[in-house]
């Protein structure tokens, strides 16, 4: 892949090209936008043209002994930094933790030592460092000499989704640039381009135009993240239906049973994520689904709270208008916007490894302490 086959990110790298035609190329970068839109795509194609030794215009030749060496996944001065590094650990007492945050021993083993070593192969060295919000401020604060000056002519990507949980110090080291989500009319395309969207084999799992409208509404643009839960067993929209259809029926003496639901549900498709997913921990993985699960309720939520002005067809969830209109008659504008607060809440339990299980209980019981479900 080289450069300009980058799907629907022109201005990101029109920055690129021009950065590369005048020879001004910066040491560090942060590359910046949700998840799933082609910011660790763009970074590859960006460091195998850094690597190169005979760039054709704006592009890697694709045959000199780098390119070679990128595209064999063997590139010795290519290097991605991710926080489940930390279990390949020189230190086997380190090798025993569980990765969270990027932690400060991954950057320090596997990025500030490596900088400083010779490149072996190219005249340069890359390193691409993925969830970079995640650096805690101990890990930024070891990065920051080597942003500012990498030796041995070396390059820095930092992949981030939230830029504002950087370090202003971190951030004015590096060059930013902003990667857009992509319109739902682009995901359907490429889905369907792909082959993603085809008729299903049972009515619990359809596949089609619906469901890539769905998922590009839900992950607001990202298509990486929707072609992932398109392609998820048993399917995750089959689960999303049975979700908003439950959830539009659910009463407080239903909380128990309807958390246990929840809960395997988001465990269901983990084998099928694990394999489309190798690199990423299965705690990891977990957190993502159980996420991905309370996503969908805010967004019924929300849906409900603008139905009444916003046509079916402009809502997350067109395709089940009569469920969320039972939710909108049930609950009002501000009981949605406490439920939805009540969510935001939860993913942050979610993140920070608060026992899973235990999660979509307590969100279920929670609501009844508002007050806001009532027994009918």
């Known amino acids: 892949m080289n450069l300009s086959e980058i799907f629907c990110q022109d201005k990101a790298v029109n920055t690129l090209t021009r950065a590369f035609e005048t020879g001004r190329i910066p040491h560090a970068y942060i590359f910046e936008g949700i998840d799933g839109i082609g910011k660790y795509t763009t970074a590859n194609v960006w460091a195998k043209l850094l690597l190169c030794k005979s760039p054709v215009k704006n592009d890697a030749c694709g045959k000199c002994p ?10 010795p001065d290519f290097h991605h930094i991710y926080k489940e590094l930390i279990k390949l650990s020189n230190d086997a007492n380190k090798r025993k933790r569980q990765a969270i945050e990027l932690p400060v021993d991954v950057i320090r083993e596997f990025l500030v030592d490596k900088v ?10 890359v390193f691409i460092v993925s969830e970079a919000e995640k650096l805690n401020k101990a890990s930024q604060n070891l ?3 080597t942003l500012e000056e990498p030796p041995n002519k070396s390059f820095i990507i930092l992949l981030c ?61 990202s298509l990486g993240q929707s072609e992932l839960l ?12 049975e979700l908003i259809e439950r959830l539009s029926k659910f009463q407080v003496s239903d909380a128990v049973d309807f958390a246990q639901w929840l809960n395997s549900s988001s465990s269901a498709p983990s084998e099928s994520w694990q394999k489309l997913k190798p690199d990423t921990s299965k705690s990891d993985l977990s957190r993502q689904a159980k996420k991905v699960i309370v996503s969908i309720i805010i967004s ?20 089940q208008s009569a469920q969320i209109k039972r939710l909108a008659e049930r609950f009002c504008p501000e ?24 999660v979509f209980e307590h969100l279920l019981l929670n ?10």
């Open 300 to 319: 019924a939520f929300t849906d409900a709270m603008k139905i009444s002005f916003a046509g079916a067809d402009k809502m997350t969830h067109f395709d």
């Open 116 to 125: 400083q070593l010779k490149p072996s192969l190219s005249e340069s060295k």
């Open 335 to 358: 009981d949605c916007a406490d439920i939805i607060e009540l969510c935001y809440e939860m993913i942050r339990f979610i993140d920070a490894s608060v026992n899973e299980k235990l």
């Open 66 to 75: 780098s390119c070679l060496a990128f595209d064999a996944d063997s590139h």
């Open 143 to 145: 990065l920051l000499k």
């Open 230 to 241: 398109t392609q998820l067993e048993p399917s995750f929209y089959g689960i999303k239906k």
């Open 161 to 221: 989704t939230k830029l504002e949980d950087l370090l202003p110090t971190t951030k004015s080291r590096c060059q930013i640039v902003h990667f857009r989500p992509l319109s739902e009319e682009k995901i359907i395309e490429y889905l369907a381009e792909k082959n993603v969207n085809k008729p299903a084999l049972s009515e619990a799992s359809p596949k089609g135009e619906q469901e890539a409208k769905f998922w590009a509404r839900l992950t607001g643009g």
């Open 367 to 376: 609501c009844a302490d508002y007050g806001i479900i009532k027994v009918s």
